[in-house]
């Protein structure tokens, strides 16, 4: 064999060595990291600035998988997340709001091990574990049918937001803790000219449009005296019916309208609000209004706006102290999207992000309320959000089909009240005809 042969055939098989050397080293990294992927992780409120040390925590022991995050106008949302899907062009990751599974729980992966490519790898994570983690309210909003669909990482209720100057001044020592210390109190805070006009409310209640949150304020009444939102099988809306031959309903809307109602006849004797104030929370910081209802976040907003304003956080009135305590939850939960190529990192990313750990770096970033039961009883004591973390505890939500249109709703019903085009009980049953059409509109979803 001639001399320029075997140097052909030597470099054949040198290359062929090469070749197979470096297929077998790709493969092996291949298999030491569970696809190398980036996640794309949309979401709305949050700033990137609160995921940073969580997500680069969570690449320290998966570091094939990178997490982008990207933050959307509240507005725009909720349509862009439906058009993307339609496009086949969504995140991996995405926030949901915490009424938002009946609406769109045909667009996430729910979790289960049989997503991971080597299951002794899945993350512990069983609906028992769920409940044992976290709150109550999260486990009704985020499960069905013993199946995970999103994992909290936080947990925001309605606060009782009061003016310490103006309750000093009037001689009021502590806020109320029930709505009958309540009604007390908006009676001694209300200030009026000597035409009848309001020059200081007592609390911002008992309207639609000037209201942040109104209808949230109102859906908490309801839930505390007992109404039942939702019939049983959540086909239709019950919000209307009486239960236990008591119209709950009619008093709480009744309860809520009378902070507003000042017509000729029917002035109420806890009338402090009404359309022409300043929106709530402006009116707050004008010091214009001594009491509002709001959500964990509006503290760092109301300092940022105004830094030598002394305000105070208590948990939201009862119907008594002795009764069994009711608050109303709003919050957002990280989900994995149904088209995602990657729901096995996507999930991993999940189950480190709502565990100890990294909810922890979570919530010191970004300043909310936990939602695990563990970080609840080091969080009690936080000056700050210690009575939003304790309330997470006994939050309340409903099913909603729909949480904008039902919002709508709730607003005209209660504007229907107050400008005179419905009775309380003609108002409360309208409402609920039209809560009943969007769920007979939704029967085809399972959830």
Known sequence: MSQTKLLIIGGAVGLGAIVLITFLILGSLGKGQVGAVTLQFWGVFDEPSFYVDAINDFKKGNPGINVVYKKFNFEDYEKQLIDSFAAGTGPDVWLMHNTWLPKHGDKIQPFSPDLF????????LTFRDFQNQFVDVAVGDLTFDDQIFALPIYIDTLGLYYNKDIFNTAGIAEPPKTWEEFN????????????????RSGAAMGTAKNINRSTDILMLLML???TQMTDRDNTGAAFARPVNNENVGETALQYYTDFANQSANQSK????????????VDAFTEGNVAMMFNYSHQIAALRAKSPRFDFA?????????????????????????????????AWRFLAYLSSAKGATAYINASSRPAARRDLIELEKNDPDLGVFAE??????SWFQVDNSAIETIFADMIDDVN???????DALQSAENKVSVLMSKNRGQNF
């Open 391 to 396: 309330q997470a505890l006994t939050a309340r």
């Open 224 to 226: 505390q005296s007992g």
């Open 184 to 199: 007390e109190d908006v009676k001694k805070l209300t200030l009026l000219d000597n035409r009848g006009n309001l020059t």
């Open 313 to 345: 956080v208590a948990p939201v009135p009862q119907i008594s102290e002795s009764s069994v305590a009711v608050t109303y939850a709003n919050y957002w939960a990280p989900t994995v999207s149904k088209q995602s190529k990657h729901p096995d990192p």
């Open 419 to 425: 400008f005179g085009r419905a009775s309380i009980r």
């Open 269 to 280: 004797e806890v009338f402090t609000w009404n359309d022409s104030q300043h929106y709530s």
């Open 117 to 124: 490519e080597d299951k002794s790898q899945a993350p512990a």
